[in-house]
């Protein structure tokens, strides 16, 4: 992908002609920019939101009978569990049932049952890990419940809350399947606008474009490795 940004005309690898120039075009083209605007506070919000939602719900799940924390968890995973394009598709099916069209309103709630799975799975993970010795201690000198867990709970699992919340803009910024059914018209994502110009064109800025996203991913993955190891996702705490 690097390879083919650097050529000077035309989209080929190895390179013939070494230029910088279509990185900085990428930079500068209007539709790109609006895209990459959209897609970074679509990316923010819905994260966020999936954070707020995925953090009482983990807390619930750790107290609740096993076998019924075990049905909910996979409910609540359900996004991950079936293919992408099927649950897009679902969904836009649903939003044009109740509401008769697509809206920025249906884009953010697609991407936010889409994210709510990142956060729920890395806070449950740090959770897991948790001795409840130290809430009852807290309680057994007074601590109410608010303060408990402002002061005890979330310092522990800061790291997971973190990590789900990183995980959860990755997921949202290279959305595609949920973007391109629920985009409104003026609102469309970068993965959306990325697609329509290669629909008409085909020149290096669009690798250009894709290196540049591909190096935000790797920034928010190096800092989640960082914050609580790469690990944490699939139950396990870095040491």
């Known amino acids: 992908m690097i390879g083919a940004a650097l050529n000077a005309d035309e989209m080929a690898f190895p390179p013939r002609t070494v230029t910088l120039r279509w990185f900085v075009e990428a930079l500068q083209d209007h539709n790109f920019k609006l895209g990459a605007s959209v ?11 999936a954070t707020l939602f995925a ?9 609740a009978n096993p076998n019924v924390a075990r049905m909910l968890s996979l ?7 079936v293919p992408t394009i099927i649950f897009a598709l679902a969904l836009y099916q649903t939003i044009m049932l109740l509401f008769g069209a697509t809206s920025l309103i249906s884009l953010f709630i697609g991407h936010v049952l889409i994210t709510m799975p990142f956060p729920l799975r890395t806070i449950a993970a740090v959770t897991e890990g948790l001795d409840p010795a130290l809430e009852d201690a807290a309680s057994s000198v007074g601590a109410g419940p608010l303060h408990t867990f402002v002061h005890v709970t979330l310092p522990l699992i800061k790291p997971g809350i973190l990590a789900g919340f990183l995980f959860a803009i990755i997921t949202s910024w290279n959305d595609f399947s949920i973007s391109i059914f629920l985009s409104p018209a003026e609102f469309k994502p970068l993965p959306v606008q990325i697609y329509e110009y290669l629909l008409y064109q085909y020149r290096p ?8 996203t591909m190096v935000g991913s790797v920034i928010v993955i190096y800092l989640i490795d960082k914050l609580v190891g790469l690990n944490v996702f699939v139950g396990q705490r870095s040491s």
């Open 75 to 81: 409910a609540f995973l359900g996004p991950l569990l």
């Open 39 to 49: 897609s970074f506070a679509l990316a923010v919000g819905s994260a966020t939101s």
């Open 55 to 63: 953090l009482p719900i983990s807390l619930a799940l750790r107290r």
């Open 205 to 212: 800025v669009i690798a250009a474009v894709s290196v540049w």
